[in-house]
């Protein structure tokens, strides 16, 4: 039995640790319970009725005022207003507490991040929003680690002290230290007793000498447990032992013969095994799946000439293919991309969803930017989503609705009224969303004005452009404020009055102002509006330089649309042979009552859909100027080659074509087809997606289109889809490689040619980019998965949602951090293998090695363990797997259909007609 030691204190154990180990309370749930409340309360993003005061003065601050006011506390004897009066920042408290429990200045690093582990999730939290850039919660309410330790302590500060004055006895570091040195006996009895793994018949003698206090008797006591247990314990081990034996086909009699040397070898086997077993089987994983999947890329396959003289008709992804699809490397575009293909005349591409368009989007009727990409990139433009028609778009009847049982719900009275007065419209939505959820759905629909047609604004605005707009909407504050603060209509004043006002306020025009004489003004009534112009309604030169500074930002230069365009095109080795139709195809999932909606969208989108990004890069690839430029470098888009934005609809494999108002006419009628063909696919991958979530009854793929479509308007489902559980592998390569090939889902595909990447720059992008992003996304399902109560969140059935940022379990935990288990199990089995992301590149092996030396952060990642990389040459016939270090080689050669032999490169697609473009002078 191991005893307590006094060098874990402060390093493994808080001081309220030990006193609720050895002496049975719990301060440190009372700690937790307090400090989550409070953090409830400061960080709450609008889902709370009544905000916190005072939150703009920080955390510790608007916190400290709240606790000086507390009378729960005072009524249970915890005042801490003494304390407070004493502090005014977090270090003083800091101080003050580590000071008062004298632990020793060496040990206060490893007691905060003792402390920071007793709340992961939020202190995760709480460090984000300290290093986030540019987050609106945190410039407007801000904290830090420093405001989270500090009030942990203060509140810790008066349980210890309540726990000193009930046991009578000092709870200071050295007062532990020395008790751990002078008593262990008695500590060790303690935290028996208290943890209760106490054997059941020592637990009244071990309560009685405890009680007593005699130190002879407890050691004596404590000495006879120690043997007893530890006797116990190796009588089970033994047991398990000797069964483990008969398994292994070794005698009984054989163990007792110490010339065998059977049981010693036995024990240092499940020793060893002990100390490597999880890693053992996540490599046996590993390795079954590396097999197979080197096996189905080495399957025979028809070939696109067999096809063509097979069938008389192009086969998918050869010349004359009538439209090409760029997806998302997003494992579940990996089986729509192959029905697709199937179906015939289509070529895919796999890509980062973000489409390689960097940007921070403001949607209609939103106030606030949104980054649509990876958390590795930091986008600089900002576009914006604007309605086609400038009239105003009433709200519909099912909005107006909706606002009004949220006003209810978030009222005080609304305990006592709500149920009154909006119990039927509860009850009947309840009944509809349970019973008929399809058809409750189209229902509402029909109340729903939708969402109007609305286009992106990709365009730098001109500076003539961006001072006129800032001029009209410091007009529009100064009429606002005339009617506020004067009772002034806009219909009493002209439009050089409401200039000349705007003029004065910037201090590019002095008082007094025609609006004074004409309304008789006094100078110091005049003095105060403008004063209030100034800083109520920010009407200042420094906010309007800020303001044309923001402006700056909207939009996309040509040059830089063209850039973006022709850098996602070549990287996915799309620089010629273009169809007439090119669908730009983003994702996005469907769902009801689920709070983790965002972990099933796009991850290279930031946790949005893909739709912006694919509209975005859709019409910059459209425009006549953006053609001229990548004309210049090399890469002519033919006039009549269009991109159509796309959304897939991950739940329920429903593709649905935007912007189609911006089609040439004749391009319209084209339309038809695609549309079923996309259609067609969805219901044969819908198919595929009920048998892996266990849907029965599906006898037909129009059947699973309609199970699928359920799930994503049921409010009780938990699991509308796997998301990206199962994720596996990463196949970096030509399409030739993985097409007419099951992967199962399982794959992250991205295209790639290397044939076309001389200088590997192509590859270094996806390495340093979509790369990092997919292993993050394995990781954050491997963790998840081996230990869901820890790294995960646990069952979603009891998830709160906790200031529209997160969940909790309960209506008190730790903020969840991990993937619930309904996205990770399947009943009682684990539906996601916890294995590490298994990388394929299609390349020469020196070319990949010599682009892996430029990439550090994925070369360390290799070399560390975290990424199994495997290089496939098709040149040398071989297949090389990074491990332990070095390059271990094995044959690879695909296997050709009927016999025939097999291409060594991939073959080119047939050069179609090109129709020339004129290039810029």
Known sequence: MKRLAAAEIGTRWTLYDLIDQLHGERIGATLNEWLIKGCLDFLDEGQSAWRMPGRRQGLFQSWCQIARRNRRWRLRGLDLGPTLERVEQPEAAIDLVM????????????????????????????????????????????????????????????????????????????????????????????????????????????????????????????LDYEREKTAREAASRALRLRELCELAGIPRAELATQRSGALRQMIEAVHGLRAREGFLWMQALERTYIRHLLDRLAAPRETPAEALARTGTAAPGIAGSKVQALFCIDVRSERLRRQLEGLGHYETFGVAGFFGVPVNFIELGKGHESARCPAIVTPRNVVLEMPHEHAPHGPSLFHLATEVVHDLKCTALAPYITVEAVGLLFGFDMVGKTLAPTLYHRWRKRLDNGRPPTRLMIDKLSEEDARDLIASLHDELVVRALDRQLGIKREAVTTGMIQELREIALGRAAAPSQLARRFDLDSATETVFITRLRLEYRLTPDQARLQLEQLARIGFRIERQALLVRNTLTTIGLAEDFARTILVVGHGSRSQNNPYESALDCGACGGDKGLVNARLFAAMANRREVRERLAGQGIRIPE??????????????????????????????????????????????????????????????????????????????????????????????????????????????????????????????????????????????????????????????????????????????????????????????????????????????????????????????????????????????????????????????????????????????????????????
């Open 640 to 921: 009549d080659t269009w991109f159509i934005p796309a959304l897939h609809d991950t739940t329920t494999d429903e593709i649905q074509l935007h912007d189609l108002d911006q089609l040439p006419p004749g391009r319209l009628t084209q339309l038809t087809r695609i549309q079923e063909d996309l259609a067609a696919a969805g219901r044969l991958c819908a198919r595929e997606r009920c048998a892996a979530l266990g849907e029965t009854g599906i006898d037909s793929p129009e059947a699973a289109a309609r199970r699928v479509k359920r799930n994503a308007l049921d409010w009780t489902q938990v699991r509308p889809e796997w998301g990206l559980s199962g994720n596996a592998s990463f196949i970096i390569g030509h399409r030739d490689l993985t097409r007419a090939v099951d992967l199962a889902g399982r794959a992250f595909l991205h295209s790639y040619d290397h044939r076309r990447d001389a200088s590997g720059a192509s590859l270094e992008a996806i390495l340093s980019g979509p790369l990092i992003v997919a292993q993050w996304i394995n990781l954050e399902h491997y963790f998840s998965v081996v230990d869901n109560a820890v790294f995960g969140s646990g069952s979603k059935v009891y998830h709160n949602v906790v200031g529209r940022f997160g969940v909790m379990t309960g209506n008190v935990s730790d903020l969840r951090t991990g993937l619930p288990a309904q996205t990770l199990r399947q009943g009682e089995r684990p539906y996601h293998q916890p294995m590490r992301l298994i990388t394929v590149i299609e390349a020469p092996l020196p070319f990949v090695q010599g682009v892996l030396s430029r990439v550090f952060k994925v070369r360390e990642l290799v070399e560390n363990g975290w990424i199994r990389l495997l290089v496939i040459d098709r040149a040398e016939g071989a297949a090389h797997l990074f491990e332990q270090g070095t390059w271990m080689a094995q044959p690879w050669t695909p296997r050709p259909e009927n016999g025939r032999s097999a291409a060594v490169e991939p073959a080119r697609r047939a050069r179609k007609r090109q129709v020339p473009v004129e290039t810029p002078s």
């Open 99 to 222: 000071t008062r429990l004298a632990i020793p200045e060496r040990l206060w690093m490893d007691y905060f991040a003792v402390e920071l582990s007793k709340l992961h999730g939020w202190a995760g939290f709480v460090r984000w929003r300290a290093q986030a850039r540019d987050y609106y919660w945190q410039e407007r309410n801000p904290a830090d680690l420093v405001d989270f330790i500090a009030i942990r302590l203060i509140l810790s500060l008066p349980l210890i002290e309540e726990a000193e004055r009930r046991h009578r006895r000092d709870f200071l570091y050295p007062d532990w230290v020395r008790c751990m040195s002078e008593r262990p006996h008695e500590c060790l009895l303690r935290r028996e007793l208290h943890s209760g793994a106490i054997l059941p018949d020592y637990a009244h003698r071990v309560e009685v000498a405890l009680d007593g206090g005699d130190t002879k008797g407890i050691e004596t006591l404590c």
